[in-house]
Structure formats: C-alpha cells, structure tokens
C-alpha cells in the first residue's frame, strides 16, 4: 500500500499533496505560496527512466557524442 502523504494550506486549509524536488509550490486551490515540510519534502524523480551509459538525452532530441 502506498502512502500519499499531504499537508495544509496556511490560508485556506485545503490538502496537498508535495510536488517532488522542490520545497515551495502553490496551494493547488488558492493559489497561496507554501512552504513543503522537511518531513515531506522529496528527491526529484529522473528525467528518464531507461539512461544507457555514455549517451546523455537532451530535451531537444540530440544526443552527445
């Protein structure tokens, strides 16, 4: 079972749900700047999931060399 952790808005008490590698976002329904809670705050999820070694994908479509 996974856990969907959430916390409340300052100004409206609205719940919400941490947005992952920040620790600011905006109350999904007042709009108010809030402040993610240490204990909730998470890493950013990879850009990729399937990374093979020595090449690197750019937003754009190209590759390195």
Do not use: D, H
């Amino acid at each position: 079972m996974t856990s969907n952790p959430t916390f409340s808005c300052s100004a409206c008490g609205a719940p919400n749900k941490p947005e992952a590698g920040t620790s600011r976002m905006a109350c999904t329904y007042c709009g108010t700047n809030l402040t993610i809670p240490e204990n909730l705050q998470t890493a950013a999820r990879p850009r990729w999931k399937n990374f093979v070694e020595g090449q690197t994908r750019y937003p754009s479509g190209k590759r390195s060399a």
